[in-house]
């Protein structure tokens, strides 16, 4: 054996494509564990922590439909190259930014708070509309719901509203489930969701024009006969 010769990793491309895949995904890992500890902290902003942590999650999932069978999932991927990085790991079993899953308020104006009310109650009606489509499987209901979760959580107060958790639990949730959704499974999150979003619209409301044309009155009024 010569220790002079440099061993390689891989003999054919197929090989080499695995290995490739597998320093990715190790990478993504590393940068999603620094990306967090950056933002706790306050190294980052916010706005700067969420889009590049949004990118690092849809290239984590993207990957693992690449290697997922083959790794076991990421858990068993991490033990086995003795990984540390338990923020990571929290960030990728939740499957949306930390200023999601705690409610990172704002304090704009009303303007700005009337565009967030019609963007996140079209982001329920998008929901409820795939729920009544018959759509199962995971990777299309998680990002309707990831959807839903960010608009929600721009709303100040909304960490205290009844509905969120129970929309952070089936956010975080869909991520682990198999690829399609039991049959009995999927239509549950319709009667589960609706009526801790009754709340939030109903707060929602008197941000936005009392006037019935506006399109964010529009919608919520489309959102409240869907529930009902």
Known sequence: MNLDEEVRLYTTNTERERTENLATLYSIIVSLEYLERAYVRDSVTGKEYAPACIKLLAQYKSLMKLVGDEI????AFMKRFKMDHPAALHR???GVPATVEHSAEAN???AETGKWVAETTQSF???MDALKLNLRAKDQLHPFLTELMSGYSRFKGSGEW???GKILHCTALAPTLAPTLAPTLAPTLAPTLAPTLTPTLACALPLVSDDPSTPEQSLHA??????D
Do not use: H, K, N, P
């Open 72 to 75: 076991g999932g990421v858990e």
């Open 92 to 94: 990728l079993s939740v």
């Open 108 to 110: 704009d104006g009303g």
């Open 125 to 127: 009606i998008t929901f």
């Open 162 to 164: 009844e509905g969120r």
């Open 222 to 227: 489309r959102a409240i006969s869907q529930i």
